[in-house]
C-alpha cells in the first residue's frame, strides 16, 4: 500500500511558478512511475507529466518548456517545478503511482492540491 501526498498548490499570477510535492509512504518508490495528473473543472483528468524508475520524462504537449518533473528517491519524492504559469493551467493537481507486479498492476493517487492562475 503506498500513500501520496500531495503540497505546494496555491493562488499565483500569470506568470508566476509554482512547485508541486509528493511525499510517498511506504516501499519501493524507486520501482514506481509518477505522474502528475491535473483536472479542471467541467474537463477529464489529464496526464501532465511522468516519470520512470530510469527518470525518462514524458510531457503533455501544452507544458512542454514550462513544467519539469523530477523524483528524489531517497526521499520517496516526485516534484513538478511549474514556470510561465498560464489561466488554463488552473486545476487540481494529483500524484499518481503506478507499476506492475507479478499480482498485477498497483496504481495509488494523491488527495490533490489546487493550483489556480489568475490576477
Known amino acids: 500500500q503506498v500513500q501520496l501526498v500531495e503540497s505546494g498548490g496555491g493562488l499565483v499570477q500569470p506568470g508566476g511558478f509554482l512547485r508541486l510535492s509528493c511525499v510517498a509512504s511506504g516501499s519501493s518508490f524507486s520501482a514506481y512511475v509518477m505522474g502528475w495528473y491535473r483536472q479542471a473543472p467541467g474537463k477529464q483528468r489529464e496526464l501532465v507529466a511522468g516519470?520512470?524508475?530510469?527518470?525518462?520524462?514524458n510531457y503533455v504537449d501544452s507544458v512542454k518548456g514550462r513544467f519539469t518533473i523530477s523524483r528524489d528517491n531517497a526521499k520517496n519524492t516526485v516534484y513538478l517545478q511549474m514556470n510561465s504559469l498560464k489561466p488554463e493551467d488552473t486545476a487540481v493537481y494529483y500524484c499518481?503511482?503506478?507499476?506492475?507486479?507479478?499480482?498485477?498492476?498497483?496504481?495509488?493517487w494523491g488527495q490533490g492540491t489546487q493550483v489556480t492562475v489568475s490576477s
Open positions: 516519470i520512470t524508475s530510469g527518470r525518462d520524462t
Open positions: 499518481n503511482a503506478d507499476r506492475a507486479t507479478p499480482w498485477g498492476r498497483r496504481t495509488y
